[in-house]
């Protein structure tokens, strides 16, 4: 053996024990916000201090950290500002009045200081992200305080944050302190922010946000000083002082939202499992009645979501009136509230999902925004369907909730537009493209699933994926492997299929015949049109009106899902390969006792052609 490959093979029999064992799972890192922001409303502008206590927990040696500072994004030139200027179909929303902000009416953050552990750091601030290079290396397992001081002025409302939105809110604050960038197994995720999606670390929030006290303040996290605002005390406003002190505490969240306003009406909900909902809206013609009528209602989707998806871990929650439509925060919504009593509740139901997905499985948004808004829209519309059938909503139950989004997905692929999931959120070429591969795709994702390993395994993925992901950070084979061990089932090509690529299902009844002149015998021959393998049901009905299932399940599948309690009639076919362009069947029956063959009846499939399913 020569020399240098025999030292080789020492070096790879010493590592290979330790390698094997070096990372059982996926290390996180950790923050600890303490902030301080003098509020001066009357320049919309404010002064922050921030002591950020930063745990490296990864296996390396971190020599640099960014953050993100998203308020620079709303100035004239800005990448967000000339990427809705470029986009063929920009946001309604944005579109060019970035840059036509004034001086006055920019938003920015100004970092005056910046230390680490009494260090003053050398830093770069690149638009929306500040390069930081640090005094000290935080070595693996160690960790390091930064402490900041910064100015800001808030925009005007145009994109979820700013001042004085449409509605008339003064102040909607998502997005308006230096945030530390995520660093994880796939390195620093520091993004420059262009309008889309999040990622955060999770961390303790420690906020206090002192103001004029003619603002009500809503936001993340517990108040812990109810009585000198006045929270349920009413004090004689002639005896409040010119300033008040909101202090918030949120443990283990990885964001901080707040909204501040004089006219805020603050009612309140007290669950039967001691959870507060707060809501703050502003009385009016348009809001008053439906945000009255709004806490019974959502006190029903909560214990709706708590069984199905697992129990809302914190001890408050917040609908608040702001933003620029619906916008998810820990803890905490910023909807838009002059809004019908169906499209209050539908926004109110989706933002609130996104506790789930997205505030408690923390996904990186930008790489797997169809986990995030796909997730909240399918369980969205499974909430709506159960308010309506709990009579708190109206119109009817749908057997089939999802079937809109469905016809949805089939007809914008007809535009040719469409990019696959595994695209960054903020590359997609169209705005339209990252909507339906983010919303549409990822909620077909889920129901398609359901489809595809059963009713028993699929309560038990969701479950299960709560208990194990919660308070970290799922990518999309972590839910898949939820799934599989829910299943039995091997569903890596499912994930592959739909997330990497845009080439999916197509099936087609190719012909029904008799076997011979004898009668007594049919041939069923199906085709696989599309690229994309799946499970098939073919359901048989008689001219009697019987219906007999049958189940083709794709070789690569490992096994295949239950009888549904609809089938009645259930048989289990042979597998099918899934390189076989053809499979064939054979039926004890004169081809002129049946009815139809048809494919994917109960429509959870997805099938591009479904006019070829059919057989009469």
Known sequence: MPQAFYRLFLLLCTCGPALLFAQPDRWQQRVGYVMDIDFDAAAHQYAGTQRLTYHNNSP????????????????????????????????????????????????????????????????????????????????????????????????????????????????????????????????????????????????????????????????????????????????????????????????????????????????????????????????????????????????????????????????????????????????????????????????????????????????????????????????????????????????????????????????????????PLSTHADHFATNAAYGVASYTNGAVFLEQLRYIIGEEAFACTLKRYYHDWRFKHPNPNDFIRVAEKCSGLELDWYREYWINGTNYADYAVADVVDVDSSGIQTRIELQRLGRMPMPLEVTVTLKDSTEQYYYIAPQILRGEKPRPAYATNWTVLPDWGWTAPNYFFTLDLDQRAIQSVRLNARGRMYDDDPANDRWE
Request: charged share 20%.
């Open 60 to 419: 390396d040696t971190l020599d640099r950290v960014f953050y993100h500072l998203y308020f620079n994004a709303f100035q004239p030139g800005s990448q967000m500002d000339l990427r809705n200027l470029t986009l063929p179909d920009a946001d309604d929303r944005v579109n060019d009045r970035i840059s036509k902000l004034t001086p006055a009416e920019i938003g920015y953050l100004r970092v005056k200081t910046l230390e680490q552990d009494g260090q003053a750091l050398t830093y770069n601030e690149a638009e929306t992200i500040l390069e930081v290079t640090l005094a000290e290396p935080i070595l693996p397992g160690d960790s390091t305080v930064f402490t900041m001081s910064w100015d800001a002025q808030v925009p005007l409302q145009i994109r979820r944050s700013g001042r004085d939105n449409a509605e008339g809110i003064d102040y909607s604050m998502a997005q308006w302190y230096p945030k530390l960038a995520e660093y994880d197994y796939q390195g620093w995720h520091a993004n420059p922010y262009i309008g889309r999606e999040f990622y955060g670390v999770w961390g303790d929030f420690d906020v206090t946000i002192n103001i004029d006290s003619k603002y009500v303040v809503g936001g993340t996290g517990y108040l812990q000083n109810p009585e000198e605002i006045g929270y349920g005390y009413a004090p004689d406003p002639t005896e409040r002082p010119t300033r008040l002190s909101y202090h918030f505490v949120a443990p283990n969240v990885h964001d901080f939202v707040w909204a501040a306003d004089p006219d805020y009406a603050h009612d309140t909900l007290r669950r039967s499992d001691g959870t507060t909902l707060n809501f703050f809206y502003q009385p009016g013609e348009e809001t008053t009645e439906n945000w009255r009528a709004l806490p019974p209602i959502m006190d029903s989707a909560f214990a709706y979501i708590n069984a199905h998806y697992g129990p809302y871990p914190y001890k408050q929650y917040s609908f608040i009136q702001g933003g620029d439509g619906g916008m998810e925060y820990p803890m905490a919504t910023l909807i838009t509230g002059q809004r019908s009593m169906t499209s209050l509740v539908g926004v109110s139901v989706h933002e609130l999902m996104h506790t789930w997905y997205q505030m408690l499985m923390g996904t990186n948004e930008s790489l797997y925004a169809w986990m995030d808004e796909g997730f909240t829209s399918w369980a969205s519309n499974e909430v709506m369907n159960q308010l309506r059938g709990e009579g708190l909503l109206p119109g009817e139950v749908a057997e089939n909730p999802h079937e809109r989004t469905y016809e949805s997905l089939r007809g914008f692929r007809s535009t040719g537009l469409q990019e």
